[in-house]
Nanobody
Framework: QVQLVESGGGSVQAGGSLRLSCAVS??????MAWFRQAPGKEREFVGC????????LYHDSVKGRFTISKDNVKNTMYLQMSSLIPGDTAVYYC????????????????WGQGTQVTVSS
């Protein structure tokens, strides 16, 4: 059974940085993504990466600030977040699937439990 476990969340001041990790229990040769959900809002796409790590896609709101990478030896995906703003506050979820670079939650089969990121002004 494929399990995803996020880590690295926490509290940071605006302008700061955090790196989230998503460890996959089997292998990470999946197309993988990060989504986030702020209080009272729907879960939204943040970014995704191709299974081989060679292509990625980001929501406009995080372009230039967030970077996704994969280490298929460690079976781990990362989300490097910089220049954080209070609007980035949310629970961040990682997801895995095999349908390519997709922005819809429905295209990802496996999900982690989420990690909280809080950005204060």
């Amino acid at each position: 059974q494929v399990q995803l476990v996020e880590s690295g969340g926490g509290s940071v001041q605006a302008g700061g940085s955090l790196r989230l990790s998503c460890a996959v229990s089997t292998h990470s040769l999946y197309d993988m993504a990060w989504f986030r959900q702020a209080p009272g809002k729907e879960r939204e796409f943040v970014g995704c990466v191709k299974w081989n790590g060679r292509e990625d896609l980001y929501h406009d709101s995080v372009k230039g600030r967030f970077t996704i990478s994969k280490d298929n030896v460690k079976n781990t995906m990362y989300l490097q977040m910089s220049s954080l703003i209070p609007g980035d506050t949310a629970v961040y979820y990682c997801a895995a699937g095999d349908r390519g670079l997709k922005v819809s939650m429905d295209d990802y089969e496996y999900w982690g439990q989420g990690t909280q990121v809080t950005v204060s002004s």
